[in-house]
């Protein structure tokens, strides 16, 4: 249900464009919100899909489905990856190393029907350079997002 807490014993996958890898894993700049251009809105959450959520029987049936979603509901790059994190490892790294002990909420945010696993990362700012670079320490994973 929208705006429900994601377990933190659970798992989210993050879209990370070709641009924001290096050497094919994703860098803090994948975890950051999109930067304020004029005439666009502030992004208020970091964009991720809540694995559990689908209900696969694996890990790899959880990357089929979304990578079944991605393409669904917008352009896929060649050379993108998805990054799979555990919700509770980002939540205590970013809670215990970061200068302001910031608390991170993961929460469901569905876009149906097309993507009902859509879920956010709340309580980020713009250029959270050093949130960013703590999230990055916790992907346990990555894929290809084709």
Same mark, same amino acid.
């Given at each position: ?15 990370? &464009?070709?641009?924001?890898? *290096? ?18 809105? /502030?992004?208020?959450?970091? =964009? ?8 696969? /029987? ?5 990357? *089929? ?7 669904? /509901? ?5 050379? *993108? ?16 190393? =970061? ?17 009902? &696993? ?13 949130? *960013?670079?703590?999230?990055?320490? /916790?992907?346990?994973? &990555?894929? &290809?997002?084709?």
């Amino acid at each position: 249900m929208k705006d429900d807490p994601i377990p933190d014993q659970d798992h989210i996958a993050r879209y990370c &464009s070709f641009q924001k890898l *290096a050497g094919g894993l994703p860098q803090p700049t994948a975890f950051m919100l999109k930067r304020d251009r004029p005439g666009s809105p /502030t992004e208020e959450s970091l =964009s991720v899909n809540w694995l559990e959520y689908l209900e696969c /029987t694996d890990r790899i049936s959880e990357i *089929a489905e979304i990578r079944r979603i991605y393409h669904e /509901t917008f352009d896929v790059g060649a050379q *993108a990856k998805m990054a799979v994190l555990n919700v509770g490892e980002v939540r205590e790294k970013v809670r215990t190393e =970061s200068p302001d002990r910031r608390i991170l909420q993961v929460l469901h945010d569905p876009i149906e029907p097309k993507d009902p &696993s859509h879920s956010g990362i709340y309580n980020l700012r713009q250029n959270d350079r050093v949130i *960013a670079e703590l999230i990055a320490e /916790t992907v346990l994973e &990555s894929y &290809s997002a084709r």
